[in-house]
């Protein structure tokens, strides 16, 4: 069974910070492109940053560049995106996706395609940023 499982939200203050996880298990990392999306209540869906293993390349949206990390770790089939200096514009449903595509078609710095169809979405986990 192909599931994404995500972890780590919560309810932080601003300027605080938070470490969300992706586990995936039914298939492995390699060769695959990870990233995260959210989404706030009453907004349209953002990307937020992606990965391609294969390229070694990492891509951010603009509102979280310097604040966001996103990492690998292949060995763990696990990706983890450390978000520090939260704000509470950030507060969202966050999302992890994956593509089977090694090359990250969908993505760039500071574009994330809204219409692609990924092969696998995760169920969710919720960051709350308090002022």
């Known amino acids: 069974e192909v599931q994404l499982v995500e972890s780590g939200g919560g309810l932080v203050q601003a300027e605080g910070s938070l470490r969300l996880s992706c586990a995936a298990s039914?298939?492995?990392?390699?060769?695959?492109?990870i990233g995260w999306f959210r989404q706030a209540p009453g907004k349209e869906r953002e990307g937020v940053s992606c990965?391609?293993?294969?390229?070694?390349?990492?891509y951010y949206v603009d509102s979280v560049k310097g604040r966001f990390t996103l990492s690998s770790d292949n060995a763990k089939n696990t990706v983890s995106l450390q978000m520090n200096n939260l704000k509470p514009e950030d507060t969202a449903n966050y999302y992890c996706?994956?593509?089977?595509?090694?090359?990250?078609?969908?993505?760039?710095?500071?574009?994330?395609?809204?219409?692609?169809?990924?092969?696998?979405w995760g169920q969710g986990t919720q960051v709350t940023v308090s002022s």
């Open positions: 996706v994956a593509d089977n595509n090694p090359y990250p078609v969908w993505c760039d710095d500071n574009w994330f395609d809204p219409r692609y169809e990924f092969d696998y």
């Open positions: 039914g298939f492995t990392f390699d060769d695959w492109t």
């Open positions: 990965i391609s293993s294969t390229l070694g390349s990492t």
